[in-house]
């Protein structure tokens, strides 16, 4: 087996994190309303980008490497810079400013409690779940082995996808509710290309399901979310033609 990912070191690898209350949600929340078109779907901001072209060019297998090795460091690769960019906004999503986890109106994912008992929390709070949660899987050695002599579990894809999907609603909430303050900050086109790294990555390796995030169609309602940004994106050729059949 490679050791692309092994070589990274256990320096490199997330410090584990405290026992949280629960695990994520796994359920499907419900559809978004929006009267207005959101910043990010607007011009420039929705042209913003660091990379031009298809992104598909970078999230192929590289010859030689074991396909759940290149998924772990691509998943400690987003986890690691999403975290820094929620690391700048965690002054503007605050518990007053942002009371739910919310990706827009009438979408609020919740959390299943210790009673099994599903939750809305406060965006920072349910954030900093997710964190702890893909911070302390990263940081397992069962799950993400760095030693040559250590398998990864058979469980691994299934567990990469749960880490996917939570990341998916911290992206979309950024998108939602903080999105202008990356504009201030002039850092909307690092997000945006770390975004669309992020979706053309888990579309590559089945970790990304565009039907599943969209929700239920025929409501005459919106998309959830950034679908909308998603098939904007593939309409410019950012991102293949793939991603909306999944």
């Known amino acids: 087996m490679s050791n692309f990912f092994r070589s990274m070191g ?3 690898r997330p410090k584990k994190s405290p026992t949280i209350p ?12 929006q009267s207005n078109k959101p910043l990010y779907m607007c011009n420039p901001f929705v042209r913003s980008a660091l990379i031009k ?6 999230v192929v297998l590289p010859k030689f ?9 691509n998943l400690f690769d987003f986890f690691n810079n999403l975290n820094q960019f929620y690391g700048v906004l965690t002054e503007f999503c605050t518990i007053q400013n942002n009371p739910t986890m919310s990706a827009g109106a009438g ?5 299943i409690d210790q009673n099994r008992k599903q939750v809305k929390l406060p965006a920072p709070q349910y954030i900093d779940y997710v964190m702890t949660w893909v911070g ?28 996917y999907k939570q990341l998916l609603r911290v992206f979309a909430h950024i998108y ?17 290309s770390l975004f669309a790294h992020f979706i053309a990555f888990g579309t590559e390796f089945d970790l990304f399901s565009f039907a599943d995030f969209r929700g239920p169609t025929g409501s005459g309602q919106p998309y959830p979310g950034v679908c909308d940004l998603i098939e904007k994106w593939v309409e410019m050729g950012i991102l293949s033609p793939d991603t909306l059949k999944r």
Not at 22 to 33: I, K, N, T, Y
Not at 107 to 111: R, S
């Open 65 to 73: 490497v074991d396909q759940k090795e290149w998924v772990a460091v």
């Open 10 to 12: 256990r320096s490199s």
């Open 136 to 163: 302390g899987l990263l940081s397992d050695e069962a799950t993400f082995p760095t030693k040559a002599s250590r398998e990864f579990p058979p469980t691994f894809l299934t567990t990469a996808k749960h880490i």
């Open 107 to 111: 979408l609020d994912y919740t959390w």
């Open 22 to 33: 629960s695990m994520p949600f796994d359920g499907q929340p419900g559809a978004l309303g």
């Open 53 to 58: 072209g298809s992104f598909k060019t970078i």
């Open 176 to 192: 939602h509710a903080q999105f202008p303050y990356l504009v201030h900050l002039c850092c909307e086109g690092h997000f945006n």
